[in-house]
């Protein structure tokens, strides 16, 4: 049977082979789902073992698409032949993109996944509207998970995906890669997209059971295609350098029942040494740039060293912070900046009091993820402080709007007061 890192592996090949040849990235990923239906099912009624996924599935696709494409030929330009007992429909021509060869694209020198992210993150498509399609045609996140990412109804979410996809369609005709400038230009929202994937990742899937749902590693193999693309690129090493740290910090984020972790608890003999020297190698070369994610490598960097928790320079975290908002200021930067500032506050036992109230602030704002962080922050502000009555029925309510299962748990343990966990005993 295949396995999931064969899928893993083939479904981008497969994607951009039909691209080509169809000429739409919207069929591709149409036929390509269909061809995928197949390949389970054949293997599912004991056919013969299929050697190569990818092959199998683009052959599949190719010849399902020919066979719709001849009969909308016949039906749009030979429907009065139709009618004579002797015509053939298939004989009918079909149409011109047809005879795209797909291995043109292998001219490119591109991965596959990091090609289609570049005829995503199109200037003819709005930013959002490149950030749905990359997600979901490239990355492989579902509708409900981009909408969850974005802070959308899903709804919204399926909606811009279609317009996307009709955009990109209507202003680029076939399908395409773009030329060395096209892509340079392209290039950050490029990274952006990666990084939002790894975002989704890092906040819902602490603990991936296979390759298919660990998207944090797929983000990496895809930063790695970018930065053997672009070697010189600040930015294109800062994000590397953001990924490899977060993936090196994950072995520490949950116990061995599930439940996540803070900061505090993290047993950081855990972590994977040889993601965490590589990425501390990104993040120093990335550092003779001044770009997000050159900035977002050094707070993470800074992490990633500090020997524990309490010997973190939390000072000097705050004003990178504070660099990255004039670069970047979205409100997430915006929260990570606050928890940053109560955290030192906190070591230096000073008061939390501003800072608590522009968290309030945030919490209350439409940003879906930065309330949540604001939420979590609170919390966490009033159990270090003492509050611990404050903090538990703040965990009470953030358990039942929690989607991820190891946050869920971690905020049911706090909830449970300070008996729940031998460490938190006051």
Avoid at 88 to 112: H, W
Avoid at 220 to 246: C, K, N, Q
Avoid at 273 to 301: K, M, P, Q, V, W
């Amino acid at each position: 049977m295949t396995g999931a890192g064969d899928f893993e592996e083939a479904w981008p090949r497969i994607v951009r082979a039909l691209a080509s040849f169809t000429g739409s990235l919207d069929d591709a990923e149409e036929y390509a789902a269909e061809a995928v239906a197949r390949a389970a099912a054949h293997e599912q009624s004991g056919g013969s073992p299929i050697q190569s996924y990818a092959a199998w599935c683009t052959s599949v696709a190719k010849r399902a698409w020919l066979d719709d494409a001849r009969r909308r030929t016949v039906e749009r330009r030979l429907a009065p032949e139709l009618a004579r007992p002797d015509a053939d429909p298939r004989s009918a021509p079909v149409t011109d993109r047809a005879s795209m060869d797909a291995d043109d694209l292998s001219r490119a020198g591109l991965d596959d996944r990091l090609a289609l992210l570049f005829v995503a993150c199109d200037e003819a498509i709005s930013p959002t509207s490149r950030m749905v399609i990359a997600l979901r045609v490239v990355c492989g996140l579902t509708v409900p998970q981009i909408a969850g990412h974005l802070g959308i109804q899903e709804t919204a979410a399926a909606a811009r995906l279609t317009r996307a996809k009709r955009a990109l369609a209507e202003a680029r005709g076939s399908f395409r890669i773009p030329d060395a400038q096209e892509r340079e230009r392209r290039l950050p929202v490029v990274l952006a997209c990666v990084a939002g994937m790894f975002t989704v990742a890092h906040r819902t899937v602490l603990d991936p059971v296979d390759g298919v749902a660990d998207t944090g590693r797929q983000a990496l193999s895809i930063a790695d295609a970018v930065v053997a693309a672009y070697p010189a690129d600040t930015e294109a090493l800062g994000l590397r350098a953001v990924i490899r740290l977060g993936l090196a910090r994950r072995p520490g984020r949950i116990d061995d029942t599930g439940t996540g972790l803070a900061l505090d608890e993290v047993d950081r003999h855990a972590w994977d040494l040889a993601l965490l020297r590589a990425g501390l190698t990104d993040a120093t070369a990335a550092a003779a740039g001044d770009g997000r994610f050159a900035i977002e490598a050094a707070i993470s960097g800074l992490h990633s060293s500090a020997a524990s928790f309490a010997e973190t320079d939390w000072d000097r975290i705050v004003s990178l912070y504070e660099a990255l908002e004039q670069r970047w200021p979205s409100p997430a930067v915006h929260v990570a900046r606050l928890v940053a500032t109560a955290h030192g506050r906190i070591a230096q036992a000073r008061g939390t009091t501003a800072v608590e109230r522009e968290l309030r602030t945030l919490e209350a704002g439409p940003a879906a993820y930065a309330s949540r962080d604001a939420a979590l922050a609170l919390a966490d502000i009033a159990w270090r402080t003492g509050r611990r009555d404050e903090a538990v029925a703040l965990y009470r309510d953030l358990a039942e709007v929690m989607q991820a299962e190891p946050l869920r748990r971690f905020c049911l343990r706090r909830a449970g007061g300070p008996a729940a966990h031998p460490s938190e005993t006051a």
